[in-house]
């Protein structure tokens, strides 16, 4: 089809890159922005937001904590689970098998003003929390000489 523009996956990311950083640098960081996913669909998680921090909390039953990975690269955050488990249960008089299966990846792209340092994750009681604590806004007052 003659008129047609062949773009790159890379090309189209790089100009969304772009135009996100146009739109904060016009209207500052937008809180609708936050935690946008980048890639991956394998959990949804629920975040928690207050003055010093924010909170992410996604359900992941049955994992050994060596399948669970946690990183940061730049300005996103990135969870892969690896394998499957399974895990069985015996009830009554049937046996009845109870199973959660997971493995993949998710990423989202974490605010600026996220202090990477503090981060910390926890997993117990088959839900991963992921801490994310606020830059601390100061405030200096500056003396005017006469």
């Not at 790089?14 to 146009?22: N, P, Q, V």
């Not at 669909?41 to 207050?50: A, C, K, T």
């Not at 926890?122 to 806004?137: G, M």
Request: charged share 35%; proline share 5%.
């Amino acid at each position: 089809m003659p008129g047609l523009i062949s773009w790159k996956r890379s090309e189209i990311a790089r100009l969304r890159s772009r135009m996100e950083d146009l739109f904060d640098d016009f209207f500052g960081e937008l809180p609708c922005r936050h935690f946008l996913p980048v890639s991956g669909s394998l959990f949804d998680w629920e975040v928690v937001e207050d003055d010093k921090a924010y909170v992410l909390k996604a359900r992941l039953p049955n994992l050994d904590l060596g399948d669970l990975d946690v990183r940061i690269c730049k300005d996103v955050l990135t969870v892969s689970v690896k394998g499957e488990k399974t895990r069985s249960r015996e009830g009554g008089g049937d046996r009845s098998l109870e199973e959660a299966r997971f493995a993949g990846m998710r990423s989202v792209r974490i605010p600026k003003r996220v202090n990477q340092e503090g981060i910390e994750a926890s997993y117990r009681d088959d839900c991963l929390e992921i801490l994310l604590p606020k830059i601390e806004k100061t405030t200096v007052k500056i003396h005017v000489a006469p």
